[in-house]
């Protein structure tokens, strides 16, 4: 029998009644470290993120990541399992009745930002997902289950959740569509407002102005190009211009800024995980 890999991140789809609030749902199982001292790495992604997180089956916290450009680091343990949320990047501040821009840049206990029974909620409700399945139990039957809690958990939660301006929701999709490869001037007359409008109201929305977010949804989407690309003379070359940098360089240089390492450094350790339906 082959033996499970040691690190496996999953994302799965919000049910349809929450679909405008969450991006994607996801799950992170750690069975064993690739070396001694790994840890594991958080890439950007211009979103707020809450998630619970097991060790050998029981809950230990539920941390919160705020909108960021930088990676995060975080220490994990063989037995510790994630299950979490990554908001829409424009409803992570609407969800907590945050500004977004308070938001940026922060990582702890959901707590400081939240109250405590919703936390409760959710971590009652994840966990009843889970009791029919064995500690670090993964696959789509647990995906299944964990899913339905967190579409229950949101739906339940967001009574009082604002949207923020049409202008803002469909700026952030017009830059997922084009994964980040478009002039914000021509996103702003797309949408209909000026780019002075656009820029203020994405801001306060996202937490990051919408020249970030499209670096970010641009550096992301060559990151998955690169996870599966054959490494073959010139790859690295061809996807920068092909995900909307002007040469390899730049690709490197936008890497080194996000992700704090180059492109080749960064398969390597993409290559210690086993990814499965990626969403995003």
Known sequence: MTAPPPLTYVEFAPGSAVQDLALTYWGFTVRALPWTGFQHVVWPDGCLVIALAL???????????????????????????????RFRPEMGGAFLGRSAPMLRDQSGPAHHWMGAEP?????????????????????????????????????????????PEQCVRDAVKAIVATEGDQQMATIASLVGVSPRHLQRCFKEAVGLSPKEYALIRRARHALKRIALEDETDGALARVAVETGFADQSHLTRDFQRLMSGAPDQLRMRLATIEHSALLD
Do not use: K
């Not at 230990?60 to 063989?78: D, H, Y």
């Not at 994840?126 to 009791?131: C, H, K, P, S, T």
């Open 119 to 163: 936390l409760r909620m959710l971590t009652q409700r994840v966990m009843g997902a889970l009791e029919p399945f064995a500690p670090l139990s993964t696959g789509p039957e647990v995906e299944a289950a964990v899913g339905l809690a967190l579409d229950r958990w949101l739906y339940d939660s967001a009574d009082s959740t604002v949207p």
């Open 55 to 85: 060790m050998n089956g029981e809950p230990i916290a539920t941390p919160l990541v705020g909108p960021r450009r930088t990676p995060l680091t975080v220490p994990v343990q063989p037995g510790m399992q994630y299950w979490g949320v």
